[in-house]
Each structure stands twice: as C-alpha cells, then as structure tokens.
T-cell receptor, first 111, second 121 residues
C-alpha cells in the first residue's frame, strides 16, 4: 500500500519563499508528482521527480530523496495567485499505474 | 478533444436515484483514473483503467459504484441508489506512460477534467 503525508495548511507572505514537505511510504516507487489545485478547479501538473535531486522550473522547484521517502516543493517569490492547495502524488513501480494522492497542503499567501 | 472532458458538470439528484458520470479522455491516453473529492478534502482514488481493463477497483466505496471503459476511450462511472454521502466532485484523469510515438520517455502525468459535481438531496 501507499501512505502519503503532507501538512494540512501553511501561510506565507507575498514575495517570500515557502517549502511544502511530503513524506511517503510505498511498496514500490516510480515517480512523485506535485499538482496545484485552486479552489473549485481541477488539479494542474507542476512537477515530476523520479531520480534523487532537485528539479527547477521557474519559481517552482521540487526535490526528491528516495532513500528517505521525502520530497518538497519550493515556491519562490510568492504571489497572491499561488494561494491554492498543493497535492503530492506517488506512482508505484512496475506496470501498475495507480497514482495515489496525499490529502494536500492548503497554502495561503498574505500581503 | 484537446483535453479531458467530463459530463455532466453538475448533477443534482434525489437520494435513491441512479446517476451516470461520463469521462472522455485525451485521445491516445491508455490510462484512465476516477477520483472523488469531497469539500475541502484530498483526492480519493476510486478506480483505474489500463485500456479497457481495471486492474484495481479497490477504491470503489461500495457495490453501488461501478465503472466501465469501452474502446479504450470513454468511461462511465455509475452510482446506484445514491446516498447523501456520495455528494462530491468526481474527477477523471487520463495519462500515457512510457515511450510515446516520438520514442521519448514521458512523465506519465495525469491530465484532469473539470470534474462532475454531484449533489444528492
């Protein structure tokens, strides 16, 4: 099975940097996704990590440590529009493609 | 179509009625997923299709829930004898994993539809 943990809520200031952590326990691992979901909207893809290390994409970066079962999403130069839920999701190894999502972290950006 | 299409976008029904939700995935996507999201909650996995077969139905909450996929494309999620606790947004997503037509590996990211909001009175 898979168990994914994220903080429920976070608050950060506009212009600052925030790190959202995700820990997971899986019977097999073949990639971790981060998605952004604004209230009332569908989740949209942010990043994918399958190897250890940092993946940078503009203001967003995602880090993975497979040995520790740990990932984080780093958001720089926060903007008000970054207020959303951030979902961590894990895909198992093998041909079996079930993708399991964590409960999400609701980020509020304040002026 | 260009994206994942779901219908209806909103459905209000009376307790005890059956409902059918439809998902039209991105053309060529072999994997199709159904998730349920209650207000303020995360995504609850319901079922996953690879082609027309469903390797994992473990997330279906009860035997009132069923899903099928035909022609490796459109999928329907059926909820029989709806209950108030079935009220939620039902999200469909599709993905392709492995080597695409160009021979390049891809992430197999899930592309989500806008969801079907079900309200059971």
């Amino acid at each position: 099975g898979q168990n994914i943990d994220q903080p429920t809520e976070m608050t950060a200031t506009e212009g600052a940097i925030v790190q959202i952590n995700c820990t997971y326990q899986t019977s097999g691992f073949n990639g971790l996704f981060w998605y952004q979901q604004h209230a009332g909207e569908a989740p949209t893809f942010l990043s994918y990590n399958v190897l250890d290390g940092l993946e940078e994409k503009g203001r967003f970066s995602s880090f993975l440590s497979r040995s520790k079962g740990y990932s984080y999403l780093l958001l720089k130069e926060l903007q008000m529009k970054d207020s959303a839920s951030y979902l961590c999701a894990v895909r198992p190894s093998g041909g079996y493609q079930k993708v399991t999502f964590g409960t999400g972290t609701k980020l509020q950006v304040i002026p | 179509g260009a994206g994942v299409s779901q219908s209806p976008s909103n459905k209000v029904t009376e307790k005890g009625k059956d409902v059918e939700l439809r998902c039209d995935p991105i053309s060529g996507h072999t994997a199709l997923y159904w998730y349920r999201q209650s207000l303020g909650q995360g995504l609850e996995f319901l079922i996953y299709f690879q082609g027309n077969s469903a390797p994992d139905k473990s997330g279906l909450p009860s035997d009132r829930f069923s899903a099928e996929r035909t022609g490796g494309s459109v999928s329907t999620l059926t909820i029989q004898r709806t209950q108030q606790e079935d009220s939620a947004v039902y999200l469909c997503a599709s993905s392709i994993f492995g080597r695409g037509l160009a021979g390049l590996a891809n992430t197999g990211e899930l592309f989500f539809g806008e969801g079907s909001r079900l309200t059971v009175l």
